[in-house]
């Protein structure tokens, strides 16, 4: 890709708004583009850390395998214009979780963990916005952690439906529509559940009339009563 493609995508990158001429030119210079297809893995665990990922196409999955029984754990959904695969910048010598593609191919940068240190030293900001991302990332977790203890997967799953669509979804007319790629039993994987819990509560507030449901979409009818 092209170098200007490249400047482009670093000028919209909220991480990268505080970095000088010098210094966006430098990373273009270091980024690498790449292409995955559908469902493949950009990283495994156990791969080494070694690589941090901008994505600027496509939908990303990270997440982990619990040790019991091997069962999936989505830990969160990466859309466009955000990182992932960062914790090499922080100590992470071998992966401990996976990125995977979902429906559709994945359009990213790559940028080894050593040239990435290299801008962070030279631009304060860099790392103030690093580590403010890394704290948000903390508290998510903490907050997924408290959901699991307080709350039943009914609630869970609701909450996770009501928090996606007023981050991701689009207004028509008095409803909200959420364009999605994920599956039911994604969808139990990022709330701890079943797919077959997921579907029975799906089905529930379709009855209900809370919202509709088809492949890759949900419509929620009113926000303030889907609860």
Known sequence: MSNEAKRSFIDLFPFFVGLNEEEKQQL????????????????????VSDTVFFLVSGVVKTGTYSHSDGKEVIKALVHPLAIF?????????????????LKDNVILYAISVEHFKKIMRTNFELCNRLLAYFGKRLANSENKLESLIFKDARTRIVEFI????????????????????????????????SRQTV?????????????????????VRDMAKLA
């Open 28 to 47: 273009a210079d270091y980024m690498e583009l790449k292409e995955k297809p559908k469902y493949s893995y950009i990283f495994k665990p156990g791969d």
């Open 85 to 101: 695969g960062e914790l090499g910048l922080v100590g992470e010598t071998h992966r401990h979780e996976f990125a995977q593609t």
């Open 162 to 193: 009501r928090e996606t669509v007023n981050t991701r979804g689009q207004r028509v007319g008095y409803e909200m529509l959420l364009r999605h790629s994920l599956t039911h039993q994604d969808i139990a994987n990022i709330t701890c559940t």
């Open 199 to 219: 579907t029975l509560v799906l089905n529930d507030l379709r009855k209900s009339d809370l919202i509709y449901f088809n492949r890759g979409k949900i419509l």
